[in-house]
């Protein structure tokens, strides 16, 4: 029998993730989103980023897209995304949204005060930019 190291670390962490007193109790944690997207990338290779963005308040992202979609979860404050054809929606910390591939968007951080923080997750093709100047 070979020993995994960590492995008896990671049953206990997801043990307690789970809120679940063993591994025949675990059950899975609901998502903090779970949505069906079209348009991920369809080569043999893609590219993982996960990056990390503030804005202070009153900024704004450049307009713009991305090719793939681009997963967003709020850490800090409050964001505004307006996309071409939506009406603008507003996201708050802990909550988190898919902005789909090809449509021209910018966000902001209206808060006079307070600086917001995003993660974010993209998986592409290779090199791809994660974003694309758009014109109005």
């Not at 307690?16 to 991920?40: D, F, I, K, N, Y």
């Not at 964001?79 to 591939?101: C, D, R, S, W």
Request: hydrophobic share 40%.
């Amino acid at each position: 029998m070979r020993v995994i190291p960590g492995l008896p670390v990671l049953g206990v962490a997801l043990s307690l993730m789970t809120g679940a007193a063993s591994a025949q109790e675990a059950r899975p944690m609901p998502p903090v989103l779970r949505e069906v997207v079209s348009g991920m990338p369809k080569s043999d290779r893609q590219e993982v980023r996960v990056l990390t963005a503030t804005l202070k308040p009153g900024d704004k992202t450049p307009f713009h897209t991305h090719r793939f979609p681009v997963t967003v979860y709020i850490l800090e404050g409050t964001f505004t995304l307006e996309m071409e054809g939506h009406a603008p929606k507003t996201i708050t910390a802990g909550q988190a949204y898919v902005e789909p591939p090809n449509v021209k968007m910018t966000g902001y951080n209206r808060s006079a005060t307070e600086p917001m923080k995003v993660l974010i997750f993209y998986v592409s093709d290779p090199d791809t930019p994660f974003l694309d100047v758009a014109h109005h």
